[in-house]
């Protein structure tokens, strides 16, 4: 294989959607996405996938289907920023499931992209609950490098990948140690032998150490080294941070991203000294393991007080299925501020973590997150307030497209609205 | 997420009331003759819970959630000496010397019930050292019992009590086994014992699985069960044992103790109440047969993803469905989950549950709640906010066999229950207040006020008390 150019801008592979129209949606409550308040009585107009303009006194274009969005609220789609969505259909049937890959024997090199399924169910039930792009990570499950993980839409349609090999995740903390030999030192040790031999491997040093990593696993890295893929790090712990922080010495053109993070609001002026940005668990409050002893719904909070770059993401939670649960998460942040000695987030920062920000920290910003002209138009449209629990998603649009929202939890609903079987059994019924 | 191993579904019999000695050997003369069997003690691990003293409060100015479906606006309730005194309209007199909060348009309800925790059994951290939620070396351990290992400095009691309101919660055994062992209910208040946290005189539960796991965890080791009839079949000679150790026992003979027949026999007599975790409707209804087949009741099943397609069975069954909101897909047996489960159950007249079986979401089954109202509204069904706080409160009381004693704020009933700083049923609401047995045990406004466990204590952040 020959050396693929990582550049960024190339591999920001928007394809051209199928059936954009320009459409207006006029009298909702408009919010761009940018931690900026809501615009009552706001439109949005988008056009060939893009958005064209969002706010008060836009123009309706001549020629656009119109949207009446009187008493709804209108918003960029949730941009979830950490799943696994697309890469499993039921996550305990094995054939169904392609988290993992570590067993064989590739480690780096793996690539989502191509198992990221958009006909999978947990896509179309989540792209009907508002949710319209992913970070979608590998697990690194049996070596601490998972792979390269994807930036994708929720689309009805066959191209999934946004962006592929948009990041390489590593599995870092107590369960990185466990993978490499079972303590820190060998983790930092190990972590550090590999970028050191992918590093040579570039520099043309031929004494290549196969045991350590395959020659695609070192291409891989490459790319990391040279700061063009961001490395993405599962870390919980506030040693673990610190530590993690000093690798910047030995490899300065790495791009951090730490996700977890729940120890971060301890170090949280030295991650926001270093400008690593943080895709953190909403709620994890609980002392799960020993890395997590100080987990705190406050951390979010405190880590965007202290001006750290944080987003939301859903590690280790659900991560396949439930993308739909993120908003909720935001919304219980906004809920922290009103509880004496928490620390929470605005309503307004609240859904930036869910929409700009990851878009911001995956680099994908200039293009994702928000209803800046000229984004991609990932647009919804919500019966209420799309952070509260009663609300639900009424239209959404991928670039540009309007989405199906069908899907086979609907279809099982409408069957059993009267679960009592009538004239015919219930397979009969659809 | 944890292993699916730990996902229980337990199925809690709604009837009665344990009492305790009713059925112990007569009182004859010769009942103390050397041949006849020892004298069984059923509780042989009391509660030595006791209610922290609280003072006679008023609570005016709120929105009342009374737990069994009905609501109050501008409502009062009342509560001193533990219990709930008087809960109405603004009009309900109040003492002129007691201590009254102005709500000021916050919320009450009664104390939250999780009827489906592994808090204590399987508790943070995390580690191997603390998996005692499934005695996985025999399909059927009826002879363990879940107080036996609740570690009652779960740093996870105090999160479910701030952030969550649950004042009462019933830890079961996991679901490895097809007959898991029996549930303790608890009070939700840290003790240094777990006789401590018992709840005073609820009847004990006997987890039992149905499904994936029971057959995944045996036919891994090479032993039945591996299959979903091996379940049915183990289950069954394991109760025809059952029938006829009660059948020795009731006869006053000799027989050989065996605190696992004893279990089961206790559920034969209608004193220990089946807590059934069981995924799908076909499975639930086998189990029906066979509680019928055996002469016993199913109160709860667990985990009842599939409970909407057949809520008039469960209707006419009288047995109450514990459900997730949302939870789908992490197995086969969860495929077919929907969010309108719920919704549905209710529309069909069945007892709905709203359960967590997670750490986490015990802390909000509150808006667990909500997003399942929501979703059952979507299909244009009547239910009430009254209706969904009912999912979290009396109906989960009702299939504890405590609500006689908990979970709505009746005249009478232990004064638990729940101040919130908004509607319960949106997510920016979070309790301010949580008093047990009138004692307040949770003060969002005072650090004091909020327990630590001994694990946390003088750890980073001691458990998030600021």
């Not at chain 1, 959607?17 to 409550?29: F, L, M, N, Q, W």
């Not at chain 2, 041949?35 to 509660?47: E, Q």
């Not at chain 2, 399987?122 to 070396?137: K, L, W």
Request: charged letters at 20%; hydrophobic letters at 40%; aromatic letters at 8%.
């Amino acid at each position: 294989m020959r050396h693929l150019l990582f550049s960024a801008a190339a591999l920001l592979a928007f394809a051209a959607p199928a059936h954009a129209e320009t459409v207006a949606i006029s009298g909702g409550r408009v919010v761009i996405g940018d931690g900026t308040p809501p615009i009552e009585g706001g439109t949005v107009v988008l056009r060939d996938g893009a958005i064209v303009a969002a706010g008060s006194n836009v123009a309706i274009p001549a020629g656009a289907r119109t949207i009446d969005a009187t008493g709804k609220w209108v918003t960029p789609g949730i941009f979830a920023g950490f799943s696994r969505i697309g890469l499993s259909e039921v996550d305990a049937v094995k054939g169904t499931n392609d988290k993992g890959g570590g067993k064989s024997g590739f480690s780096a090199a793996l690539d989502v992209a191509p198992a990221i399924d958009p006909f999978r169910s947990p896509i179309a039930v989540n792209r009907a609950a508002g949710v319209t792009r992913a970070v979608v990570a590998p697990e690194a499950d049996s070596k601490i490098f998972g792979g390269q993980g994807a930036i994708a839409d929720l689309g009805a349609d066959a191209n999934p990948v946004t962006k592929a090999r948009a990041f390489q995740y590593v599995e870092f903390g107590e369960s990185g140690a466990g993978q490499v030999g079972g303590s820190r030192s060998a983790l930092h040790t190990a972590f550090r032998a590999y970028l050191r031999e992918a590093q040579a491997h570039a520099g043309g040093n031929d004494a290549f150490d196969d045991d350590l990593l395959k020659i695609e696993d070192a291409r891989a890295l490459q790319s990391v080294l040279r700061g063009e893929t961001r490395l993405m790090l599962h870390v919980e712990g506030a040693n673990d941070m610190l530590r993690l922080l000093e690798l910047k010495r030995d490899f300065p053109a790495i791009k951090m991203v730490f996700v977890g993070a729940s120890e971060g609001w301890r170090v949280a002026d030295k991650l926001a000294a270093a400008g690593v940005p943080v895709i953190a668990s909403a709620l994890n409050d609980l002392p799960a393991s020993f890395e997590m002893l100080s987990a705190t719904q406050s951390n979010i909070g405190r880590l965007k007080r202290a001006g750290v770059k944080v987003a939301i993401g859903m590690i280790d939670d659900r991560d396949s299925h439930q993308l739909r649960y993120t908003p909720q998460y935001a919304g219980n942040l906004v809920s922290l501020q009103k509880v004496p000695g928490a620390t929470g987030l605005s309503w307004d920062e609240a859904f930036a973590t869910i929409s700009s920000v990851p878009a911001d920290i995956m680099g994908v910003g200039d293009h994702l997150g928000s209803l800046k002209p000229g984004k991609a138009a990932d647009v919804v449209v919500w019966d209420g307030d799309p952070l509260e629990l009663s609300s639900a998603a009424e239209k959404v649009f991928i670039d540009g497209v309007e989405q199906p929202l069908g899907n086979r939890q609907n279809r099982l609903r409408d069957r059993y609205r009267n679960p009592v079987e009538g004239d015919l059994p219930k397979a009969y019924d659809r | 997420m944890k292993g699916t191993f730990r996902w229980s579904l337990l199925a809690a019999p709604l009837a009665l009331v344990a009492c305790s000695n009713a059925k112990e050997a007569p009182k004859t003369a010769s009942a103390a003759s050397a041949d006849k069997p020892a004298k069984v003690d059923k509780n042989p691990f009391p509660s030595t819970y006791k209610a922290y003293p609280g003072q006679a409060t008023a609570i005016r100015n709120v929105t009342i959630f009374d737990g069994e479906g009905g609501r109050i606006d501008n409502g009062v309730v009342f509560f001193s000496e533990g219990q709930i005194k008087s809960v109405g309209g603004p009009e309900t007199p109040i003492p002129a010397d007691i201590a009254v909060f102005d709500g000021d348009g916050q919320f009450v309800t009664p104390g939250i019930i999780d009827i489906h925790s592994h808090l204590g059994d399987y508790p943070t951290p995390s580690v191997d050292a603390h998996d005692d939620g499934n005695e996985a070396t025999s399909p059927t351990t009826p002879e363990v019992w879940a107080e036996h290992s609740v570690w009652p400095q779960d740093p996870g009691f105090s999160r479910a009590l701030a952030n969550g309101g649950i004042t009462t919660l019933q830890v079961l055994p996991g679901s490895a086994n097809l007959m898991g062992g029996r549930s303790v209910t608890l009070k939700n208040v840290y003790a240094r014992t777990v006789q401590g946290m018992k709840f005073p005189g609820a009847p004990y539960g006997l987890k039992m699985a149905c499904g994936e796991n029971p057959k995944r965890v045996y036919g891994a080791k090479g032993r039945m069960p591996s299959t979903r009839m091996g379940n049915l079949a183990v289950n069954r000679q394991t109760w025809i044992k059952a029938q006829e150790y009660k059948k020795k026992r009731d006869a006053g003979k000799d027989y050989t103790r065996d605190i696992g027949m004893e279990t089961l026999a206790g559920v034969l007599d209608g004193d220990i109440l089946i807590q059934n975790h069981c995924y799908r409707a076909d499975e639930m209804a086998i189990v029906l047969d066979m509680a019928k087949e055996f002469g016993y009741k199913v109160t709860a099943f667990h985990h009842a993803v599939e409970a909407y397609k057949i809520g008039d069975l469960l209707k006419a069954n009288d047995v109450c469905a514990a459900v997730w909101a949302d939870w789908w897909g992490f197995k086969m047996e969860a495929y077919d989950a929907i969010p309108e489960n719920a919704g549905i159950l209710q529309n069909s007249g069945a007892c709905v549950i709203i359960h967590s079986d997670d750490e986490n979401q015990i802390q909000r089954l509150n808006q667990e709640a909500a997003k399942a109202l929501s979703n059952g509204r979507r299909m244009g069904f009547q239910i009430s906010d009254a209706d969904a706080i009912r999912w979290l409160t009396y109906n989960p009381a009702k299939a504890m066999g405590i609500a006689d004693k908990t979970g709505s704020l009746k005249p009478g009933k232990m004064a638990d229950l729940v101040l919130w700083n908004g509607n319960p049923l949106s997510v920016y609401s979070r309790p301010s207040k949580v008093w047990v047995d009138g004692a307040l045990m949770f003060d969002a406004s005072d650090p004091k006020k909020r327990p630590v466990s001994d694990f946390e204590l003088g750890q980073p952040g001691e458990g998030d008390v600021k």
